[in-house]
């Protein structure tokens, strides 16, 4: 029930694929003709299966685990997987991958394969890689991970693997992740308990099904003909994490108190990590530095919020439990640096000194991943969360949920450094988190913020040439998510990295474009606009057809959104509640007038709307339009509504005004 953050079987994979390369793994010819694959291996490849889809890349036969948890609560694993490669882009799913550490020894490895012209190998153990020496970038852990490329990986070929692994002691959970990308053939999941154990079993994202009771203590899922869930031609696809269907088991004595509840998540997270939080007299004297002189709670929080934001340096320290628990709030404060669960702690630590009282919220940055009927340690980051005095009120604080308990706590990420205070980054707006508050935790639904608080404002005025030239002055303002990148890449970015952006950016709109007298402004003021101003020419913008002239009215920036016309199965992802705003001046060339106008665009869906004109006002044509989106997501039912918008927003960006010459 331990939360693991981030999960170390993805952390360890991430970091393994960069590292595959460099290995120098034996050719088939190393592997003796002897060799013989297990009788339920060739069992697996002889059941039938498909036809599957042209795009499939591969298809897994065979998955099966069986945890046996002994009487003391330690479990072990047995795990047996027989994928198949379809095409050569699936050679990557029969790469055989299994994280451990210095608490989840594997306690033996077997790999085998069978080549496409049926030629039968056995890895042996010195042809199994072992990588992962602590100290990787921000990084140092003790994670490794064995690495195994069997061969006659190729199209037709088949690769299978048996290990046994211990489990983490400090968890007493286990996740049955059974489908991905590819499609999943046969499936099982068996649990054997001790006597006088109990278990709890809920599902995400897939119908609960009720275990085979085998008698002894002993239960068994099944599952055949799991469909793989297919993105990568999706437009504005969700993230996969949180539509995979899997089932979490939550194990321990009889009588265990809120066994397979967030409750239960949060109070165990809750007993590893308080004392952790404990605040010092450097600590005080620093928060009492950071908030001389303020009074408001607000600027109190603020002061103290963005310290640890952006003077304690990110990095991780993580062996063994410390992959889930908190390094001390003293040790993270001398030491200046700390992981996500570090810093939401040195937070509260420092916050408590003050009186103000703060806990630590379990989330992970892909949405929909954390399940509020599917409670478990599963996440990837920690956060923090700020009680809001009874009765205190403010329209600075924007990010704010209400827990059952009546409570007001303001969602913060110390992790975070572009990130206004008061307000929540993105990616984990929309979604869900673990409020770790002792015996009253819960999860709670994290606030989808005002689009008005992620924005951008572009102004313009501008002069075209009877040539089709054009030379004007640029200011944009962004504020919100909608600044971070920008924020960071003039905050740390070289010259040439920024320039490269500008040019980058303005090429999407400009054939040929100068630019000259660039500034920016309040770069590291997160809750101020960030502004950019510069000043441009452009040859070529307007398209000289006889006596007439092309023009365009929405100059630069463009908001499409990719569509396909394929029918939609799965959610659509808006990715962020936002608001857009241009409002552009163009001067025409003197002795030309309006022969076309694009008529103005008024569309609202609810969860986005857009609008846009092209005026004339003497020899000034303007163009101005509005474009909000309200929610971070949508079901796949409104994909004909957003395909509407899509085809609305590109034939207003792709109009044009015609000029004609008096």
Known sequence: MIPSFPPRWQRSLAWSVACVAVIAFPTAA??????????????????????????????????????????????????????????????????????????????????????????????????????????????????????????????????????????????????????DDIPHLNQS?????????????????????????????????????????????????????????????????????????????????????????????????????????????????????????KQIR?????????????????????????DCKDKATLLSAMLSTVGVHSVIVLVDSNRGFVDPEAPSSL????????????????????????????????????????????????????????LVEGKDSEVVALPVLSPELNTVRRSATFQLQADGSLKGKVIENRFGDLSSYRRTLYSEGNAKEQKSFLDHSLSQDFASVDV????????????????????????????PMGSLLMVRPRVLGSEGLPIDRKPRLVPINLKQAMMVKDDFTIEIPEGYGIDEIPDPVKLDFGFASYESSSKIDGNQLRYTRIYTVRQVSLPAARYSDVQKLAVAIDADEQSNVVLKKK
């Not at 628990?325 to 040790?331: D, I």
């Open 189 to 309: 999941f068996t649990l054997e308990l001790p006597a006088n154990y109990a278990y709890v079993s809920v599902w995400a994202h897939h119908d609960q099904l009720k275990a085979v009771d085998l008698e002894h203590q002993r239960y068994r899922w099944e599952l055949a003909s799991t469909p793989g869930i297919d993105l990568k031609r999706v437009p504005m696809s969700p993230d996969i994490q949180g539509l995979m269907g899997r089932m979490t088991v939550h194990y321990g004595p009889v009588g265990t108190a809120s066994l397979g509840t967030w409750q239960g998540v949060g109070q165990l997270y809750d007993d590893i990590s308080r004392d952790r939080m404990t605040a010092n007299a450097d600590m005080a004297a620093k928060a009492a530095e950071l908030t001389a002189g303020k009074t408001d709670f607000y600027d109190k929080t603020e002061a103290i919020t963005e310290f640890v934001q």
């Open 30 to 179: 190393a592997y003796a003709s002897k060799d013989s694959v297990p009788d339920w291996v060739k069992a697996a490849i002889a059941q039938p299966g498909g036809p599957y889809s042209p795009e499939t890349s591969a298809v897994v036969l065979l998955d099966e685990t069986t945890l046996t948890v002994g009487n003391d609560g330690k479990a072990v694993e047995h795990h047996r997987h027989v994928v198949k490669i379809l095409r050569p882009n699936g050679r990557d799913e029969a790469t055989v991958e299994i994280p451990y550490d210095n608490d989840s020894k594997i306690l033996s490895l077997h790999v085998w394969s069978v080549g496409p012209d049926g030629h039968e190998y056995a890895m042996k153990d010195n042809e199994i890689a072992d990588q992962g020496p602590p100290g990787e970038g921000n990084f140092f852990f003790d994670d490794r991970v064995k690495v195994a490329n069997a061969p006659g990986r190729d199209p037709g070929g088949v690769v299978a693997y048996e290990f046994e692994q211990r489990h983490q002691p400090y968890q007493h959970e286990s996740t049955w992740f059974f489908q």
């Open 314 to 338: 990110y990095f991780v320290i993580e062996k063994g439990i410390g992959g889930i628990q908190p390094h001390p709030a003293a040790e993270i404060f001398h030491n200046r640096f700390g």
């Open 379 to 434: 996440g990837n980051h920690a956060i923090g969360a700020i009680e809001i005095p009874k009765g205190y009120g403010s329209p600075r604080l924007r990010s704010t949920v209400v827990a059952k308990s009546g409570k007001r706590y303001l969602i913060v990420d110390p992790t975070s450094e572009k990130t206004p205070f008061g307000q929540l980054e993105a990616e984990l707006q929309g979604g869900y988190g673990v």
């Open 516 to 543: 000259s007298d660039f500034k920016v402004e309040n770069v590291e003021s997160l809750n101020k606009d960030l502004t950019t101003t510069f000043s441009l020419s452009a040859g070529k913008f307007a398209r």
